[in-house]
């Protein structure tokens, strides 16, 4: 099957889910720390923005670089998240909620990697 537009990717369309429920638990508790709050909101953006990025780039070694910092994003929201906890700014459910879906983001980017990589070693 084949794939045209960076919107098809089902690592992107994950990745717009974690993007929104960052922002729902950012905007609804309104965090008292406004700098984490915009840091994990960016690091979430960053996962869509490198995915799409890399998606449109003309060759597989760029496309690769991209991806790897789109999970490389993904990382950085999880560990957020502790912080997060740790500071009982979110309730240990919904910590567990948005780690799982950044962690089968995570999972379908190494996807989008491994086909890439494979796409090199041709």
Same mark, same amino acid.
């Given at each position: 099957?084949?794939?045209? $537009?960076?919107?098809?990717?089902?690592?992107?369309?994950?990745?717009?889910?974690?993007?929104?429920?960052?922002?729902?638990? !950012?905007?609804?508790?309104?965090?008292?720390?406004?700098?984490?709050?915009?840091?994990?909101?960016?690091?979430?953006? =960053?996962?869509?923005?490198?995915?799409?990025? +890399?998606?449109?780039?003309? =060759?597989?070694?760029?496309? $690769?670089?991209?991806? !790897?910092?789109?999970? +490389? %994003?993904?990382?950085?929201?999880? %560990?957020?998240?502790?912080?997060?906890?740790?500071?009982?700014?979110? =309730?240990? %459910?919904?910590?567990?909620?948005?780690?799982?879906?950044?962690?089968?983001?995570? $999972?379908?980017?190494?996807?989008?990697?491994?086909?890439?990589?494979?796409?090199?070693? $041709?």
């Amino acid at each position: 099957m084949r794939i045209d $537009k960076f919107e098809e990717l089902i690592a992107w369309q994950e990745a717009r889910k974690l993007v929104n429920q960052i922002y729902d638990i !950012t905007d609804r508790d309104r965090l008292k720390d406004l700098g984490l709050a915009n840091q994990i909101q960016k690091a979430a953006v =960053s996962v869509m923005a490198n995915i799409s990025e +890399g998606f449109g780039r003309y =060759s597989f070694k760029d496309s $690769k670089q991209f991806f !790897t910092m789109a999970r +490389g %994003s993904v990382s950085e929201v999880q %560990s957020h998240l502790y912080v997060m906890l740790d500071r009982k700014m979110i =309730s240990e %459910s919904s910590f567990n909620d948005i780690y799982e879906q950044a962690a089968k983001t995570s $999972k379908l980017i190494n996807g989008l990697i491994r086909n890439v990589n494979f796409q090199l070693s $041709k």
